[in-house]
């Protein structure tokens, strides 16, 4: 099974701040490799698909990036509604999830 | 518009199964897997399976094999999940999600509580 290392586990920021996470596959995924946000009591959003495209109707301040085993989401300028846990999702063959990032606003 | 609307939540005694629905709106439910996912409290994210409802075909978490059933019925586009032999360890939200890829779409999520 393919393993996901995701990092940092929670983090704090300030409004506007930039916001990196990152994402370390246990094997090549090419660029199998999706973005998550979930805030409390509600179902994950997807964010990012294909590790660098952006989902309809989300905003630029969110990007991702990466192939192979490495990948980083990015979140250009951090902004209340932001606060949420962050997930980042392989399917080369069955999926996996991160371990998930709280960003929680300093 | 695109919905996933699941069935209520349940309470089960250990050892006991339990069948979740989801029902699929606004596509065309072949032509999408549905995968699922689940999430304990206070934990994250952990994916069950998915299944192709076009022709059947599934693929499974090594942990959940042979747990767990996935079926669809394309005439009412409706996909169930059933997972047998509970323990209090099968307490969480089941989430249904369209795809088998990436998921832009989810159910509102389930809770399964299991207890004696």
């Known amino acids: 099974d393919i393993q996901m290392t995701q990092s940092p586990s929670s983090l704090s920021a300030s409004v506007g701040d930039r916001v990196t996470i990152t994402c370390q596959a246990s094997?090549?995924?090419?660029?199998?490799l999706n973005w998550y946000q979930q805030k409390p009591g509600k179902a994950p959003k997807l964010l990012i698909y294909?590790?660098?495209n952006l989902e309809k109707g989300v905003p630029s301040r969110f990007s991702g990036s990466g192939s192979g085993t490495d990948f980083t989401f990015t979140i250009s300028s951090l902004q209340p509604d932001d606060i949420a846990t962050y997930y980042c999702?392989?399917?080369?063959?069955?999926?996996?999830f991160g371990q998930g990032t709280k960003v929680e606003i300093k | 518009q695109i919905h996933l609307v699941q069935s209520g939540g349940e309470v089960k005694k250990p050892g006991a199964s339990v069948k979740v629905s989801c029902k699929a709106t606004?596509?065309?439910?072949?032509?999408?897997?549905i995968s699922w996912v689940r999430q304990a409290p206070g934990q994250g994210l952990e994916w069950m399976g998915w299944?192709?409802?076009?022709?059947?075909?599934?693929n499974f978490a090594q942990k959940f094999q042979g747990r767990v059933t996935l079926t669809t019925d394309t005439s009412t586009s409706m996909a169930y999940m059933e997972l047998r032999s509970l323990t209090s360890d099968d307490t969480a939200v089941y989430y249904c999600?369209?795809?088998?890829?990436?998921?832009?779409?989810w159910g509102q999520g389930t809770l399964v509580t299991v207890s004696s």
């Open positions: 999600a369209r795809g088998v890829g990436e998921a832009a779409y």
């Open positions: 606004g596509y065309t439910f072949p032509n999408f897997g």
């Open positions: 299944i192709t409802p076009y022709n059947g075909n599934t």
């Open positions: 094997q090549d995924i090419v660029n199998y």
């Open positions: 294909d590790a660098s």
């Open positions: 999702q392989q399917y080369e063959n069955t999926w996996t």
